[in-house]
């Protein structure tokens, strides 16, 4: 859908325009207030021929001219009808403030059905309905409903939300300025993802940032990251659905449906899109970026402090956030030193003292020779910015850093206040006129600044997706045979077995494989083979495994009455060694999901998982890996030998690429346990689960 | 040392005064503009006869009338001859501004000494050197040595700082309000333990707030917290060194040694002390519990938001921080549906919509119902306070909240904003007049709440303290042998044991002990026995039994060939269960230190152990047990047998009673690991060091 007339409009009628407070009145004196060019502008009444000493048309029909975008302030059954009037006027958006669709439940849903409907056969992209409006700072369009602050909110962010209290927040926060403004409100034909697919192809934005409650279109979601993360354009999204009550929370709001948060987290990820936790950072995260002269070449920063109980504080969150320190040359350590005072320190963090702090020019020459040093990849500045300016100290710092970065080839620089971020609005502009980014308070800046790092040091990998073409319903599960076969005809290494119908047929494939044997119930109706006394292991000669045999056969037909027995598998005993996990779901939106853990009490009570869409590459597999916790129990913790992590990478891949072929078959995947050894690895037992087509 | 002369002065002199930029210009021109009282401050200035209108005097000799306090703004060299003076007038307390004592270095440090030696003598006590003065809001003295905002600032936070920078950022900080403000610099003869215990003792104060790099009188600090405690006035403290680099960065900042971080962390925990991370938190915690009207009874909240997009990121950050959600009785839930129009729905986090947030009566009424039902302990209202008002929602929902709060025995309510804390005073003022605290953003406002409902649902157990008589110096470590024998005397339970010094013996004792048997090597001069070859398991028969005792003799004769091997220990195997690790730390500050935590890599790789000062409560010994992250490997995981989590409290407890009963002796206890079972506890293995006196 083209979005043109709907962000880009060269007309504008406001319908429902009034002196009054309400939607109609809000709008209208917002857009005479902050729009740049009013030429464009029609107002639509049928009651008053003028408001605001501008004449009022009393329809749409009545317009002389075409008309690209109508705001309608007007209530829900008024609605179909002026879309039919807008399509007269070759109208191609329209933003819908008004409620009662389907966040209200069933009945609403069916009126936005038919909502939709009208608007496609008409071709209008509508934004709404139950939004707050949009507003354009490139094109100076403000057509939005909520009374906000007299201020420049120009600047490149695009900011998408699913809510318009969120749009207002962001609106009101005085770091961020915008290209475009959107509330989605109910998306009902033009979407989240049509929005930020628009947001990123844009040129005047550098920065994308959208709060969302639901994906609907997940293969444009994906496009849309992939592009992003190929033109280095940054995303920030706050989503809810963290948790099962916000989940609940946006189908009330917004009739959204989280869908799989977990695997929408791993897409955020492979795609290097920051992720908010709550509206300080989203808006922290936005206004960084958006201000942000260039990204940092590298990981190491230099903290510079006027303080050195705020020094001390700085280190402790510094590592508290995982932000590496850099260490200065020495030709760097001996300057400092010449710059502070005999009983002074060079450290980093970097207690300067007033005798560079409060000293432009000292400053000034500090940064140079920080920024000159190639240990260093970024400089953050720690000293709060009070709301007005007493002493002279923020006035000096802010002029060395603007002289500083002035340099050519400066090294970024970030700004951390540590208490309420409440600003000097001069010392900010300064900051922002040179590209440095005014950080929220301590915790807020070193996560941001962490992420920012993050972004700029990891290179974007660009391998294919495997969204699935459609959903599909029922399931089929595999013996544990019977998917091991399946992994070995696709590539993946297993370790020799054989199925057997009787004993005697056992004791012969038992001479072939070689004692010990592990032997479980061959049947594709029993999945927990334990449970029902179908697994006896350290089977040790002919004897044993007779017996073996008996008692499992015997054993299951009491205990499943209804199974159908196939024999017993039989496998050569494993050396054991650590126990891994590999899974694979099949998610919905985003196709075959890869998941690697530690077994047991790791993946199960400390969460240790890493998750990832397939296919893998081979560095995104060893990424995996390493992101564990428990990854130093694979590496030779404490001496030990080192676990075969290359050939449970190796593994993880084939079985990424094998999930990704059977996107449209296989469901789901359990490989549980895989032991790894410092020799190998070895697949103990496996589940496939396959859609029943 | 009395601190009413220092911090209480009935007469105060300002030496130094004067009219120019710098702290004695600065410090006169913050006490003329903020102080109360204007006639009992006198002014010395050798070379001026008048300051500011006012007469100046030539000395303090000159002064007609005793002076409680000196203000010295002038150098270092001139502090000791002016202390010499004001001893003569009845001096009892100074501010000593100067710097280049302790934080310089070795010479300073002797400064330091020197000054330290004549203020004692001279019976002043000191606050400083290197320090930024202070301010008593309750006498209405302002003795402070940085320019700040005009405002008032009175309120019953009593805030010491070693930093002058910290205690800046709270005087700067909107919502701090204090009884007293103390920079104690380098602490010389009146310690930040002093200042604290003060505060406690304070009528004045209701909230201690305090930045602390160094420890110097654990004994105070311990007796200081445990009488807040007893008291329920809440200490908050942010205290650097959690990162070693900050640690360093104290040393040089006022010559503070962080001491053993971990440890006071524990013993923060013990008195329920409120640990601050950074400045918005100390600031945060301090002003919150400061506006308070009183402490919730319960845990249950209930958050209240105008925005289902702010509910939805309330739910997500409301679960990360651990806060539980209250659930409505029936009649509150009928009652608040009545409230929300059609569509809307009452939840937890509850979206009011307009309905409710912008009609005062009506969320009046919705806050009357909520706090009447039992399951609700307390309320937060989530919603920005934008810098102005430009619509009427806060006006509406403030008046809501200040009607509310006074209807008798509403429940405390909270207010958290989403975007930076920058707050409309009106709104401000408003919710601190009724005892609304108005918290920071997000993610630092759950942070607090969580804290706040963690100290107002916690019983203070006010067990005795086992602080060292003093330090001590050597070591010595006993054999597996002894350190058990001495534990059995002690009354912890042992398994059996017994030592042989030939073959024979052994086979003899392995015939009382019954096999099978572990064997090690018996030497107090080896510490790591598996590494030398000296412990043999699982030893089944005597023919083992003697291979086994000549094995382990001959290898630790090898491998360590000037110990003293005294034979073997001989145990009975123990019947395996989780291993649990229980440890003695005897800290030079704070005493015995016991630890535990569950044995291999949850205690090693993740950190997962609770720390907690002896003796130990059997409550605060199940406290630490259910404080494990791997608890639940403990307690029957995954329909397993529980393990036998009394009697490994019990064990604690009794461990922990011996510890504090050897403070002076012992240095270290390592007891691991410790079997449990689902039958009991068995130790495995002890190692016990005492210090050689």
Redesign the interface.
Known sequence: MNLNKLLKPRTIAIVGASEKAGFGGDTTRNYLKFSKNLENLYLVNPSRPEIFGRKAYPSLLDIPVDVDLVILCTPQKTIIPLLKDAAQKNCGGAVVFA??YS???AG?KKKQDELVEEADRLGIAVMGPNCAGLANFIDGIFAFA????ERDRSGNIGMV??????VL?GL???NMGFSHVISSGNSCNVKVEDYLNFLVDDEDTKVVSA?I?GITKPKLLVETFRKAALKKKPIVI?K????A??Q???A???GSLSGSDQMLRAIFKRYGIFEA?????L?GISAALSWLGEMPKGRNCVFMN???????????????YGLP?AEYKPETLAYLKTLVP??G?V???F?MTAEIGYNTPVMHNALKAISKDENVDAICIAY?I???V??ATITHMVEAVKLARAEPGMKPIFWMP?????RDSASAEALRSVGVPLL?????ACKILRQILDYATTDFEDTPGAVPEQSHIGQKAFSEYESLCHLAENGVPIPPQAIAATADEAVAKAVELGYPLSVKIHSADILHKSDVGGVKLNIRNEEELRQAFDSIMKSCAEKVPGAKLEGVLLKPMLKPGAEMIIGVNNDRDFGPMVMVGMGG?FV???KDVQLAPAPLSRSQALGMIKGL??Y??LNG??GGQPGDVDGLADLLVTISEMAATEKDQLKELDINPVFVTEKGVAIADALRVTYEN
């Not at 939300?161 to 969120?166: K, N, R, T, V, W």
């Not at 006027?306 to 508290?320: M, N, Q």
């Not at 929220?440 to 807020?444: A, D, F, V």
Request: glycine letters at 12%; hydrophobic letters at 25%; proline letters at 6%.
């Open positions: 409620s009662g966040e209200t439940g609403g909520f009374l906000v602050e939300s699913q809510s318009g209290q969120i927040a009101d926060s005085p709060y409650e706050l809810s659905g963290r948790s009550k916000s609940e929370l946006a009330s709001h917004t936790g709550d509206l300080e950072e808006c006027v303080s050195g109980g705020e020094a001390g504080v700085t280190a402790d969150l510094v590592e508290e320190l005999v009983y320190s450290n980093n963090p207690d709060t009070t709301p007005e007493w002493d540590f208490i309420e971020h409440t929220p308070t301590g915790r807020y009490v199960e009570l400390f916790k428990s130093p129990l913790y404490r």
